[in-house]
């Protein structure tokens, strides 16, 4: 859907649940509480957003954590350092 | 085998031929790790020539102290936290003013209230991914406190588990769930002050091509957030 303006709402009731929001898009926050934030969530459309978002941030970082890794040059200098040139590729 | 062999063996090396000191063994190691070593000091530091000395150092100490490794942690763990340490002793150096990360968090480094409520999710993975969106992904971790940053790189940037991050810092999970959760949140609202103006344009284009289209208003408040955000600084 396309967005509402939206008021600067965030209640109280979302500031206490914001602390959990992290733990949940790693779907590591215990049951109970996972159950309270389901619930505000059918309710806050703020709160889905920042889920929603919050999950893509997450998600983007891990993509590309994925396809960095170190310049050839980079490596040989360190197997070079290490004595273990040899075994550069190997 | 003891348990902590076989707790090295779980990762994939002998523990008695790193440290009988077999450099096959060992380039092993280094091949295992080396990109992670690099990755976790590049962005906590920002500075090729200080993270390649910082990999550098990593597995010149873990050479020398694999002879005393107690194997009470992983190898990885065990590499990560020198590394860390090599990272942070970088910083003490260059910011003296640095403070320790074990020291607890500060109302500075609190919840960061969300200011910026768009849905920016819908954007195409080639524009989120684009190279001017990684060079904003870069530059919002580097904005983030010393304390919630090297947390973030472990615990997302290096996929480490939660005890795992604990372990190399020496705090507790709890405390490694409180630093990830802000630095996220934070993260978050940087990206989305971005992207929100790269979903505001990619609209506008939309409507520019086809005109009588009678869609729904645009979003219209992000720029009016961001405007918001930007005096509060």
Known sequence: MINKPTKRHYHKNCQRLLGSLSEYVDGELDEELCSVLEHHLEDCEDCRIVVDTLRRTVNLYHKTAENDVISPDIRQRLYKTLNIEDYLEK | ?233
């Open chain 2, 1 to 233: 085998m003891s348990d902590d062999e076989n707790k090295v063996a779980a990762e994939g090396f002998s523990l008695a031929a790193l440290q009988a000191g077999d450099p096959e063994e060992f380039s092993k190691l280094v091949n295992a790790y080396s990109n992670n070593i690099y990755r976790l000091a590049i962005k906590m530091l920002n500075q090729q020539e200080d993270a390649e000395d910082v990999l550098q150092e990593t597995f010149i100490k873990a050479y020398r102290g694999l002879k005393s490794f107690d194997g009470r942690s992983k190898l990885s763990t065990w590499l990560f936290r020198i590394a860390t340490n090599e990272a942070l002793m970088v910083i003490r150096r260059k910011h003296p003013e640095f403070v320790s990360i074990d020291e607890p968090i500060d109302t500075e480094e609190g919840e960061q209230e969300p200011i910026q409520i768009v849905d920016w999710c819908c954007l195409p993975e080639e524009e989120l991914l684009s190279e001017e969106s990684r060079e904003r992904l870069d530059e919002a971790v580097q904005m983030l406190p010393e304390k919630l940053k090297v947390v973030f790189l472990l615990r997302d940037i290096n996929d480490l588990s939660t005890h795992e991050t604990a372990e190399v810092l020496g705090l507790t999970d709890t405390a490694v769930k409180t630093r990830l959760s802000r630095a996220r949140l934070r993260l978050r609202e940087e990206l989305s002050s971005y992207f929100a103006d790269r979903t505001a344009e990619l609209r506008e284009a939309q409507a520019d091509g086809s005109p009588n289209n009678n869609q729904e208003e645009p979003i219209e408040h992000a720029p009016s957030l961001i405007k918001e955000k930007q005096d509060d600084k």
